[in-house]
């Protein structure tokens, strides 16, 4: 069984950062995990992909609405990923969703990934 832990969300002003990170537990994740990634779903809105990180080499794909703001990073020995987001904007705000795919490029659509983590909410105040 995989689960998906997520942590780092909260309040915050416009124009101030965040740190998210998803750290996965149960199964090895190199037996499922070729690529990981960041969602997120505002109220009354589709879950939609805001960025994500193939496992090697490593390599890191955005959603044009978060570039230059957000980065995406992995740390292997927990196979831990992050995401820092800086200049944050009211629109931002949302609740942001970790998941796994098998995928060795990670893939912009939500049904490439077969793992998902609870969520953590990022509310950003203007």
């Known amino acids: 069984q995989v689960q998906l832990e997520e942590s780092g969300g909260g309040l915050v002003q416009a124009g101030g950062s965040l740190r998210l990170s998803c750290t996965p537990s149960?199964?090895?994740?190199?037996?499922?995990?070729?690529?990981m990634a960041w969602f997120r779903q505002a109220p009354g809105a589709e879950r939609e992909f805001v960025a994500g990180i193939s496992w090697l080499p490593g390599r890191a794909l955005y959603a044009d609405s978060v570039k230059g703001r957000f980065t995406i990073t992995r740390e292997n020995v927990k196979s831990t990923i992050f995401l820092q987001m800086n200049n944050l904007k009211p629109e931002d705000t949302a609740i942001y969703y970790c998941?796994?795919?098998?995928?060795?490029?990670?893939?912009?659509?939500?049904?490439?990934?077969?793992?998902w983590g609870q969520g953590t909410q990022v509310t950003v105040l203007p």
């Open positions: 149960g199964r090895a994740p190199s037996s499922y995990a070729n690529s």
């Open positions: 998941a796994v795919s098998t995928n060795s490029h990670p893939p912009r659509e939500s049904d490439e990934y077969g793992y």
